[in-house]
């Protein structure tokens, strides 16, 4: 069942940001009934949908106006927005709120053994990720010649593989870069989850309702603060 009428937001099915986003949607009054099994959820005390799906789908389901809301790390965001750009497709949004949850950094770290004295030292070198419009951005940035080779998963093991000889993945207690025998050198974006909205204009009692929840998710961050 969808109704156009009803407000759809994109969260994370399951993943490091799941359970945080659920769980402010409830505190600002957002009553759900979440099916595990399902990627549709709904609200029974307001109009909203929730469309449960893979992070890496919530950027350009609001970019492309297929969902009003989506919660999703800067990261992502970032990283579909560049790439969305490079295909020509829209990759406007609209930021309503950054959360204090899901902060991590995008940093390049290198074997321990590796001689690192400065960004100077990744010229002529591979370096493994999963944000390849990032890494090649912060190259450019750099005036660096190294070359990204992308991998979905297991970014850490690739240089003890052969893959490659560095990599740029996200990083936040730093336990699993040690526990790989690599150094961060690099942070080359800082991230957070938020919240954002597509670009194209809502209905009016769409809007209205966000109008309505958005001092509530106001109110919820700054009692923690
Ligand atoms: O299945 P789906 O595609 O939805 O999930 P996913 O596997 O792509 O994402 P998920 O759930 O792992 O992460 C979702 C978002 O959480 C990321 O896009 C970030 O915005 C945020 N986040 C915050 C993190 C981390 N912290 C994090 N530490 N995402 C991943 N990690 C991983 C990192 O890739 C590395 O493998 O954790 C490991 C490093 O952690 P430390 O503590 O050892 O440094
Ligand atoms: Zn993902």
Known sequence: MTDAKRLRIAVQKSGRLSEKSISLLKAIGVKLAIQDRLLMAHSTNMPIDLMRVRDDDIPGLVMDGVVDLGFIGENELEEKM????????????????????????????????????????LAGKTVATTYPYLLERFFQDQNVDASCVMLTGSVEVAPRAGLADAICDLVSTGATLEANGLKEEEVIFRSTATLIQRPQPLSGEKQALIDRLLPRINGVMQAKE
Do not use: T
Not at 82 to 110: F, H, M, T
């Open 82 to 121: 560049l790439e969305r750009k490079a295909a020509g497709k829209n990759y406007q949004y609209e930021v309503l709120r950054q959360l204090d949850y899901g902060g991590c950094r995008l940093s390049i770290a290198v074997p321990n053994e590796f001689q690192y004295n400065s960004v100077n030292s």
